[in-house]
C-alpha cells in the first residue's frame, strides 16, 4: 500500500477546547478525501466538521493504513488528538492539548513541543515522544478509574509534571529531564524511568512495578525499606550503569514495588546505608 500524508492546517487560533477525538489514522483510513473533511468536531459546544477548522492538503487521494497526520501550528486547545489508534502516524508540530493519545492501541504519536496534561492516559500499545515538556497525570487512568496505562512506551525529553504512571499496570514511561511529585502512585506494574530530578513522594501506595531516579529525591516515604544497593539497573533493552539504593514498598500496602534511587546524587540517604545486610 501506498504512503499517504496528510496535513491539517488550523484556519483560525482556537479560544476554546477542541474535541479532536476524530483526528485519528484509523478514522481517516480508506476514506476519501471529501469524506475526512465532513468528520465531525466539537468546537466547545458546537459541532463543526474537519474543513471548517484546518485546511486540508494531502499528497494522495488515497488514504491507506500507513497514513500520517501531520497538524501544523499551535493546537494546544485540541484534546484527545491520537485516541484509540491502533496505527499510523500524527505528527503535531507545535504544542498539543491535553489527552494526547488516549486510550492509544498503536501506532505513533511526535509532538514537537509541549503536550498537556493525561498524555497516554489509558494507553494500551504504541509509541508516544514529545520533544518539550509534557504536564500532570502523563500515563495514568481516568478520575475514578484503577485502569491505568497497560503497555506502550512514552518518551519525554523535558521535565513532566506530577502523578505520572498513576495506576499504572505496564508499559514504560520515560522523562529526560525533572518529574514532579507523586509519581508512580498506586502503580502496579510497568517502569518509569526520570533521567532528572523528583520532587518527591515516589510510588505512593504502589503494589508493583518500578521507578528509576537518575537524578535528586528529597527523601523516600517512611513506608518503604532500604534493600539493598545496585550497580545498575535495566530498562527495556537500556542497561543504565550508576549504583542506586533499592527501595522496595509501598509497606502499607504490602507492594513490591521497587524504587532505584541515585547513590552519587543523593547523599543525604546515606543514613539507610546502617540498614543494609553486610
Not at 77 to 90: Q, T
Not at 239 to 262: A, H, Q, W
Request: hydrophobic letters at 35%; a positive charge; aromatic letters at 6%.
Amino acid at each position: 500500500m501506498c504512503k499517504e500524508l496528510i496535513s491539517l492546517f488550523p484556519r483560525y487560533s482556537f479560544n476554546v477546547p477542541v474535541d479532536a477525538g476524530n483526528i485519528t489514522p484509523d478514522l481517516f483510513a480508506k476514506k476519501s478525501i471529501d469524506r475526512i473533511k465532513t468528520l465531525h468536531l466539537w468546537e466547545g459546544n458546537r459541532k463543526r466538521v474537519l474543513n471548517d477548522l484546518f485546511k486540508v492538503d494531502y499528497e494522495e487521494d488515497t488514504p491507506s493504513e500507513n497514513l500520517t497526520i501531520r497538524l501544523v501550528g499551535d493546537v494546544s486547545k485540541l484534546k484527545k488528538i491520537g485516541a484509540k489508534m491502533s496505527s499510523g502516524r500524527v505528527v503535531v508540530e507545535g504544542n498539543a492539548g491535553m489527552r494526547l493519545g488516549e486510550e492509544m492501541r498503536g501506532g505513533s504519536i511526535t509532538v514537537t513541543g509541549n503536550a498537556d496534561s493525561w498524555t497516554g492516559m489509558m494507553m494500551k500499545g504504541g509509541r508516544i515522544e514529545i520533544m518539550g515538556n509534557a504536564g500532570d497525570y502523563v500515563g495514568t487512568a481516568y478520575r475514578g478509574s484503577t485502569e491505568g496505562m497497560k503497555g506502550g512506551t512514552i518518551i519525554i525529553q523535558g521535565n513532566a509534571g506530577s502523578e505520572v504512571g498513576c495506576f499504572m499496570r505496564n508499559g514504560l514511561i520515560k522523562a529526560h529531564g525533572n518529574i514532579g511529585s507523586l509519581a508512580g502512585i498506586h502503580m502496579r506494574d510497568g517502569a518509569i524511568l526520570v533521567g532528572g530530578n523528583s520532587d518527591g513522594r515516589l510510588g505512593a501506595e504502589m503494589l508493583g512495578g518500578r521507578i528509576i531516579v537518575l537524578g535528586h529525591v528529597p527523601s523516600i516515604l517512611p513506608t518503604f525499606s532500604v534493600d539493598s544497593v545496585r550497580k545498575s539497573v535495566r530498562v527495556g533493552d537500556e542497561t543504565i550503569l550508576s549504583p542506586f539504593y533499592m527501595f522496595t514498598g509501598d509497606g502499607v500496602e504490602s507492594g513490591e514495588g521497587r524504587l532505584y534511587v541515585s547513590q552519587a546524587k543523593n547523599p543525604h540517604l546515606q543514613v539507610y546505608e546502617k540498614f543494609l545486610v553486610q
